[in-house]
């Protein structure tokens, strides 16, 4: 089962679209610089574009430089109040829809993000990093820090 929230208003674009979630053997359309593979010759000539150094689109705002219309479109939204992906449990909203997706984790419990040490879960891994330092800090830096904690 797909836990993909993505919604679609053309069936063409869905059927596009599911087979994003298909695995490399569906995808022949193999890119020469970078290997990332594609399930249709027009997403790999789309992908294309990536490496190269032109960059047509300039954000008015602050002048970075996009490959793709829709690059900058998404840009745009970074310097605007939009938040057009709204959370359907909190109804807190977002401007794009992949930090949707992970918020919507929070909700669901679901621990992505594990520690390879001692299997720890965590719904983010901006949470997973630091714990993993956790991990490698040596005894003597661990006392220093309860010690600091201690005097306060």
Do not use: W
Not at 35 to 53: C, D, E, G, P, W
Not at 69 to 94: G, M, W
Request: net charge positive.
């Amino acid at each position: 089962m797909l836990s993909c929230h993505s919604r679609f208003a053309q069936l063409h674009t869905l059927k596009s679209h599911l087979q994003s979630h298909t695995d490399d053997s569906d995808r022949p359309y193999v890119c020469v610089i970078c290997t990332k593979q594609f399930t249709s010759s027009y997403n790999l000539a789309q992908h294309k574009v990536i490496h190269s150094r032109v960059k047509p689109y300039t954000c008015d705002l602050c002048c970075a430089g996009f490959v793709r219309q829709c690059d900058l479109n998404r840009h745009t939204r970074t310097h605007s109040s939009e938040r057009p992906y709204v959370c359907d449990i909190c109804t807190k909203a977002f401007a794009f829809s992949s930090n949707l997706a992970q918020h919507k984790r929070i909700h669901s419990g679901t621990k992505t993000y594990t520690c390879d040490v001692c299997c720890v879960g965590f719904v983010q891994q901006s949470n997973l990093k630091p714990h993993v330092v956790t991990h490698t800090v040596t005894p003597v830096i661990k006392r220093m820090f309860v010690m600091s904690v201690q005097r306060y």
